[in-house]
């Protein structure tokens, strides 16, 4: 495994490990906080960097299942950071306790290119 391709692994783990704890948290705590936002925002930092580091050592990206929930995945986290913090300076608290219901639905969706890109390496 090069330097680079490790890097990579960590910084998708790290993304799994940081989103997790952020919607996870919110979703038992039953409302946005803003250290719930950190996590957000750490989380789609280690997606993208994980993500553009495994398509510049692949050389290309796929349009195949991977390729393309990968690409919405990370679309979606940044709506989704973006948005928590449009509502944690709206300040309205029935939108500040439902807002799990979001941030679980992307986590989701985040974890079909997660899996398929774990489960197509191993199959390697």
Not at 10 to 34: C, D, N
Not at 77 to 89: D, N
Not at 93 to 117: C, D, M, R, T, Y
Request: net charge positive.
């Amino acid at each position: 495994m090069s330097g680079q391709l490790g890097i990579a692994i960590v910084a998708i783990v790290s993304a799994l490990i940081f989103y997790t704890i952020g919607v996870w948290s919110e979703k038992f705590a039953g409302r946005l906080k803003p250290w719930h936002l950190i996590f957000f925002f750490l989380g789609l930092i280690c997606d993208t960097t994980g993500t553009t580091m495994m398509g510049v050592i692949a050389g290309h990206m796929d349009f195949d299942l991977h390729g393309i929930t990968g690409a919405l995945a990370i679309v979606l986290m940044l709506a989704h950071a973006i948005w928590a913090v449009v509502v944690l300076l709206m300040k309205r608290e029935k939108v500040l306790q439902s807002f799990h219901k979001f941030s679980v639905a992307v986590w989701a969706i985040w974890l079909v290119p997660f899996l398929s890109g774990m489960i197509g390496a191993m199959a390697r």
